[in-house]
């Protein structure tokens, strides 16, 4: 049986804000909880899609590879939030791969029992369509930086959205490393270090370690 705290971190997730606690410890029932040492895969794409995960501790990196061997992160998920829950639904296998990018505790829920439950419940399945649609909204809005905008204005998009989620204007904290900051961007290392360092010489932001200093936020909107 999933602790107190595994209960309420599933408490406070976007995908099952406001349900009531009898239906909480429902999901926490189902749940089974798994551990990954840093760089061990969590799934790879194309395996078969009988849960999904959410994270309790650490990080977790969402992956495509090429044929070439090139890497796009598409997501890095932290604590409370789920994935794989779209393939879940449609049946088909998993779409991407997805790898821990620290120690992690994550959460199993099984097809099986998961849609048993939300087969019974509305607000379950209304919290699962608002997730759906944010995810979809994520996945159009990166495709836009990368389809439409160079490398700056994905960075610069990326810092105005850090400071909206993390509710501070003046600086945000890069939950990732650079590195794996630049695979979602869809650049190298050194050229988000050289657009770094030019927005840094134009006077847009001050770089401190994983934080960033905004000085001049209206000129990151327009770019």
Known sequence: MPSEKVKEIIGRSFLFDGLPREQLDQLAAIATTKEFKRGEPIFFEGDEANGFYMVLDGKVKIFKMSLVGKEQTLHIFGPGEPFGEVAVFHGNPFPANAVALSR????????????????????????????????????????????????????????????????????????????????????????????????????????????????????????
């Open 104 to 223: 992690a505790r994550i959460l199993f829920f099984p097809r099986d029992g998961f849609v048993d439950l939300v087969t019974g419940n509305a607000s379950l399945a209304l919290n699962l369509l608002a997730m759906l649609s944010l995810r979809l909204r994520r996945f159009a809005s990166q495709i836009e930086s990368l389809s439409l905008k160079e490398v700056p204005g994905r960075l610069a998009a990326h810092l105005v959205y850090l400071a909206e989620e993390q509710g501070d204007d003046g600086k945000v904290i890069l939950d990732i490393p650079k590195g794996q900051l630049a695979s979602l961007l869809g650049t190298i290392p050194e050229t988000l270090s050289r657009i770094f360092a030019k927005m840094t010489d134009e006077g847009l932001i001050q770089v401190d370690g994983r934080t960033i200093h905004i000085l001049d936020l209206p000129r990151l909107r327009e770019m």
